[in-house]
């Protein structure tokens, strides 16, 4: 039975790892670390470790520690902040792992850095420039204005996020986070934004599999309105999106490795511009795509294994477009269709028209009777004035 461990096992990116290896057509024994003594609780695997944050200067000896003691043969990093620190000392390690290049990672973790490899290859990205002082600030609403989407370097789930049209809102936001030369400026483009999840091995595509976002859960609790929790999850299957995202990651790695992740947003003229790379780990709801069929976890490590691979019908969007991925707080996640989505709002659409015809019916057959029986409580008011 092959043994794999896998960091931030109590958050959800982590228990969808999880699930997604418990469906596969093999047994698999799981490991699972996490630096918070309570979602570790919720971890579904078989053996749990709690372990220092990774800021901690004891982080990697207790990990490696434990996995000289579990003895993993793969191990699978699913928490951004732990990335760096883990790929590079990953040939310390008692273990395999398959993650990208360590300079992949450092180019993928620093979104200013990626945008650079992206606007020298000739994508189409928003403008964006590093803030370093305030004039930088004041430089980005002159040219990028008059709105401004301001953001951390590196992070995830929209961290630093803001849009502005007000100068000054952005410098005291940018002085709260004490962010000077931490943060970008660039262009505001549209709302809607686009996954592109991928798989490579040796510089070839494995698989991937795009999908749109319908929302953000809980937009309203965030200042930017993203907050890095899909809602609801499109299957696609757009040939743009596929050459953009495939060029977004050759332009940071010409023989790319493991796991990569194109997020992109749509501007103006419908040409969806990558804005970062999730690099070696899924984005949190890639159980949908094993519950409609692709499970790519498994695919992940049998690539990291050498193993053989289970069939892939398609390398490119091998599923369904128009699949749907409903989740939120404390609830089963639901796996539907846009047809179904769509039929009850059509549903919906028709009663409103039938009920709208029939209050109008009900309206018209009432006149004449209101009508006597507001002259009759006339006349009879009238009669008692009169007595």
Request: aromatic residues 8%.
């Amino acid at each position: 039975m092959k043994r794999v461990a896998v960091t931030g096992a109590g958050g959800s990116p982590a228990i969808g790892f999880a699930r997604s290896l418990r469906a596969a057509p093999e047994e698999f024994h799981l490991i699972g670390f996490d630096t918070n003594p309570y979602t570790l609780q919720r971890a579904e695997v078989d053996e749990r470790y709690l372990v220092p944050r990774v800021s901690d200067p004891d982080y990697l000896s207790v990990v490696s520690e434990i996995l000289s003691e579990t003895k993993p043969d793969l191990l699978h990093i699913q928490i951004s902040a732990e990335m760096i620190a883990v790929s590079g000392l990953r040939d310390r390690l008692p273990c395999r792992t398959f993650l990208p290049r360590h300079e992949t990672i450092l180019a993928c973790e620093d979104k200013f850095a990626s945008y650079e490899r992206w606007s020298a290859a000739g994508l189409k990205v928003p403008q964006t420039m590093l803030l370093n002082n305030v004039a930088d600030l004041q430089i980005a609403f002159e040219r990028f204005g008059p709105r401004l989407w301001l953001r951390f370097t590196s992070g995830s789930a929209g961290r630093g996020a803001l849009p502005t049209s007000d100068y000054e809102e952005g410098k005291l936001w940018i002085d709260f986070h004490r962010g000077w030369g931490k943060f970008t400026a660039a262009e505001c483009l549209e709302e809607q934004t686009i996954t592109w999840q991928s798989i490579w091995k040796n510089g070839e595509l494995v698989v991937a599999q795009g999908r749109k976002r319908m929302y953000w859960e809980f937009s309203n609790r965030a200042r930017s309105g993203v907050t890095g929790i899909t809602g609801t999850g499109i299957t696609v299957s757009d040939p743009l999106l596929d050459d953009v995202a495939q060029r977004a990651v050759l332009a940071v790695d010409p023989k790319p490795q493991g796991i990569f992740g194109v997020d992109l947003t749509y501007d103006k003229s419908g040409v969806p511009n990558p804005t970062e790379i999730n690099i070696g780990r899924f984005f949190t709801t890639h159980h949908f795509f094993t519950a409609a069929g692709l499970n790519m976890p498994y695919i992940f490590v049998q690539c990291g294994l050498d193993a053989p691979l289970p069939h892939i019908p398609r390398k490119i969007n091998p599923l369904t477009p128009g699949l749907a991925w409903v989740r939120g707080m404390d609830v089963l996640p639901t796996l539907t269709t846009t047809d179904d989505i769509e039929q009850s709002s059509l549903r919906l659409a028709k009663r409103r028209e039938r009920l709208g015809k029939s209050l109008a019916d009900h309206t018209q057959g009432l006149t004449g009777s209101v009508c006597t029986e507001i002259v009759s409580s006339q006349g009879e008011l009238s009669r008692k004035q009169g007595s």
